[in-house]
């Protein structure tokens, strides 16, 4: 099985950081392949470099379909393009928020999220209610790091979202913590240890969740609104989206 992990921002330091943890998490016989777009923002902080990087996103699914891949991950806390990449594909696609969120409503009946910027936490915060998980989220509370701080001063971001996730354990009233960022997939231990806390965090909880999808033999519908896109001319830069619908026609399964 072939997962592609995306991170949909542009830093290669990051996406081997990513692509590591999500291997180290994998089952014997899952091959983790770890992608970025080749444009796009550095990292992905506001509504507007969500939206850059979502076609981005968007692209990796593309050329995934070419290479055969069994499913996908999109490693950005903001889930950009998730609903749109699902078009693209049968395979399965999941955002590492919403894979969080998920995985810590089986362990627990509240759990904060720990994430970077105050303004990345209102987006968090937005996916709660879209994605109906409010009543369990306690509070988004923001380390307010920047996201690239997670790879150029490791040890203070990292000191940061201890500091963090404790104040949420003592104030919160909550039985898990969320860590709100693809850039924290390699800290999970370390948090949990110091927080004394379960912890999840996104890519690795998308990976086990990506792994049993396949094992179950479970894609996305292509029933309603997750259908191919229909196919038709897609004009200048984008030309070659042109009749990306064609690639799978509209046949349900
Ligand atoms: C993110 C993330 O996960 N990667 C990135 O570049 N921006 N979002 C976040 N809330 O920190």
């Not at 091959?31 to 990796?60: R, Y």
């Not at 109906?132 to 690239?148: N, Q, S, T």
């Not at 806390?197 to 990976?207: Q, R």
């Amino acid at each position: 099985m072939q997962i592609r992990v995306i991170n949909p921002n542009t830093t290669r330091g990051m996406t081997e950081t990513i692509g590591n943890a999500a291997q180290a998490i994998a089952s014997p016989g899952t091959l983790i392949s770890a992608t970025q777009p080749a444009h796009g923002p550095v990292s992905i902080e506001s509504h507007f470099d969500e939206a850059i990087s979502a076609t981005g996103v968007l692209e990796e699914v593309a050329a995934g379909e070419r290479d055969g891949v069994d499913a996908y991950i999109i490693a950005c806390f903001g889930d950009p393009g998730l609903l749109a990449a699902r078009e693209l594909t049968r395979a399965p696609v999941i955002g590492i928020a919403e894979a969080a969120f998920h995985m810590a409503t089986l362990i627990s009946t509240r759990f904060s999220v720990v994430t970077t910027l105050g303004r990345t936490g209102i987006i968090a915060e937005h996916l709660l209610e879209q994605y109906g998980f409010g009543h369990h989220c306690r509070r988004v509370r923001a380390a307010e790091i920047p996201v690239l701080d997670l790879e150029d001063d490791g040890d203070a971001a990292l000191a940061r979202i201890i500091e963090e996730g404790r104040r949420a354990r003592d104030e919160d009233g909550i039985g898990a913590l969320v860590l709100g960022c693809g850039g924290m997939a390699d800290l999970t231990d370390e948090i949990s240890e110091a927080v004394g806390l379960p912890v999840v965090e996104g890519v690795t909880a998308a990976v086990k969740l990506t792994e049993a999808l396949v094992g179950l033999g479970l894609g996305t519908s292509k029933h309603g609104d997750l259908a191919f896109p229909r196919p038709k001319p897609f004009i200048g830069r984008y030309a070659h989206f042109s009749d990306q619908g064609a690639s799978g026609s509209d046949e349900a399964r």
